[in-house]
């Protein structure tokens, strides 16, 4: 009898897995004929990067003691290097790692609910809308959305062995391997640093009887959060993405917070309007729009939710969403990182618990008295089935919008029409295809919507030089520069339209500027 469940066991596992693969690779299919993003991420990740050319010391070195863009994830741009020596600069192996890796933590996602639910149905829909949502396009039909895929894969491989810790009664080595994937998890991306939440979150899930034991297992896992936790400030702080800025005080960042909640979980839902750029919400005055205030109703709303299922014992339910807000409540701009109001990509790893409650859901029909139980049940298979053929299409459909950086920033201003980064990024296209004239018509737009944008600003000097129109081209090199002092490209720039007109001791001195600043 035990052959025969360990048996069926395997053989549900393996279809399974096959399910799995084949959902992931038919929604994602479009992304395999999509293009490199040429001028967001992808250049400095990928094409221009010298360090992912040869898997070397010095190499791997340097790619462990760097910052890239702002960010610390050393083994996201080791598997760069794994690919570029399989593929080089073919967009199209690199897009195939993507969605294997991505159909391989939807299969670990089904692992772990397979061992705390016991449930194959359970376990099966909720990884298979993970694999097919398209809140995740983001991360997978754009190479460098890679590191939310490869530290999920860590993640959840880790969550498995702390399962296996559990089972085995405490088992040394699943506690180590358990912390040796966290800290590969955080070396691919510093949202790892959440684990030792989700941890806690399970033994609550497994009814563990919280002692003192429990408490003192997760001193490791924080203070590498911690270690972390500060890595990545610090590399935040190197681009000048960590903005601690008086344009929002406190309240305003808990509205914020709130905003962006509410949307994540509407695009879990309803997948409409998704962008690769949220702006923040801003009236004519630069301040928070007085609409944004009702956000605080949905956060008033889901704390009371929370309370319910604690108070009542509604341990799949508190743990969903305990799980969602842990691992996504760095990212939500109460500490201020980036441009944006939120990204489509941070909720990589945190749609898992949301997309559990509909798992979970198939489960509560089954305590209804038989009748009952026939009829819901048969309506909430009508509605798992148009959903899944609603979310599929719309993933489909968006891998396209990531076909290459002109689908891409047409999408963003199509969304909004007031995002400069899209007219910026999408003017640099135009510039590197020839097409000055479009290029300076976005170039304008993006600097009429934030004069201070020094790198749209510097870009038009460029094409303007390219135009031989030097005074207008002079112009925008200085006022960059009065904006970033810091721009060696800018003097560099500067000084070729210097010698260009004939001023050659000043384009000299612009020249010397540049190298010294680099």
């Given at each position: ?399 396209k919008v990531w076909k290459d950086s002109f689908t891409l920033f047409n999408d963003v201003i199509k969304k909004d029409p007031k995002t400069a980064f899209a007219y910026n990024n999408r003017a640099v296209e135009y510039y590197f295809a ?85």
């Amino acid at each position: 009898q035990n052959k025969n469940q360990r048996g069926n066991k395997v053989g549900s596992l393996i279809i399974s897995l096959i399910l799995i693969f084949i959902a992931s690779l038919l929604v994602y299919y479009p992304a395999l004929k999509n293009e490199f993003i040429r001028n967001w991420d992808d250049p400095s990740y990928i094409i221009e990067n010298p360090y992912i050319r040869e898997f070397s010391f010095s190499n791997l070195k340097t790619l462990f003691s760097t910052y890239f863009l702002g960010n610390y994830h050393p083994l996201t741009l080791v598997s760069f290097a794994f690919d570029f020596s399989l593929y080089e600069l073919r967009p199209f192996g690199y897009h195939l790692a993507n969605i294997i890796i991505h159909a391989l933590n939807s299969f670990l996602l089904y692992i772990i609910l397979r061992k705390i639910f016991k449930s194959v149905k359970i376990s099966l829909i909720t990884s298979l809308l993970f694999a097919i949502h398209p809140i995740h396009v983001e991360s997978v039909a754009w190479v460098s959305g890679r590191k939310d895929m490869l530290f999920c894969f860590f993640y959840f491989a880790g969550i498995i062995s702390y399962l296996y810790y559990l089972r085995d009664n405490n088992h040394l080595k699943y506690y180590i391997l358990c912390i040796v994937l966290f800290v590969l998890s955080c070396l691919s991306k510093a949202m790892a640093v959440s684990f030792p939440l989700v941890l806690i979150l399970l033994d609550y899930l497994t009814q563990r009887t919280m002692t003192k034991k429990i408490f003192l297992d997760k001193i490791p896992f924080f203070i590498i959060s911690l270690i972390i936790g500060i890595i990545a400030i610090f590399a935040q702080q190197s681009s000048g993405s960590l903005k601690v800025t008086t344009d929002y005080n406190f309240y305003d960042r808990i509205v914020l917070a709130s905003m962006g909640s509410f949307i994540y979980l509407k695009n879990m839902f309803i997948p409409f309007h998704q962008s690769a750029f949220y702006n923040y919400p801003q009236d004519e005055n630069g301040l928070l729009p007085s609409y944004t205030q009702y956000y605080l109703i949905f956060a008033v709303f889901i704390l009371s939710v929370l309370v319910y299922s604690w108070k009542k014992k509604h341990r799949s339910l508190f743990f969903c969403l305990s799980f969602f807000f842990a691992t996504i409540f760095f990212v939500l701009q109460i500490l201020p990182v980036g441009d944006a109001l939120l990204a489509d990509r941070y909720a990589y790893i945190p749609s898992a618990g949301i997309l559990l409650i509909i798992g979970v859901g198939f489960k509560r029909f089954k305590r209804l008295q038989a009748d009952s139980q026939r009829l819901f049940q048969m309506i909430f298979f009508v509605f798992l089935v148009v959903f899944t053929v609603f979310l599929s299409y719309q993933t489909w459909n968006r891998c396209k919008v990531w076909k290459d950086s002109f689908t891409l920033f047409n999408d963003v201003i199509k969304k909004d029409p007031k995002t400069a980064f899209a007219y910026n990024n999408r003017a640099v296209e135009y510039y590197f295809a020839g097409d000055f004239k479009n290029a300076i018509s976005d170039f304008d737009k993006a600097i009429q919507i934030n004069p201070k944008f020094t790198l749209a600003i510097h870009y038009r000097g460029m094409t303007y030089s390219k135009l031989r129109r030097f005074d207008l081209a002079l112009s925008d090199m200085n006022r960059a520069l009065e904006l970033r002092p810091d721009l060696h490209d800018a003097y560099f720039n500067r000084g070729v339209i210097y010698f260009l007109t004939g001023n050659k001791e000043q384009a000299k001195a612009d020249f010397e500027k540049s190298l010294s600043l680099k």
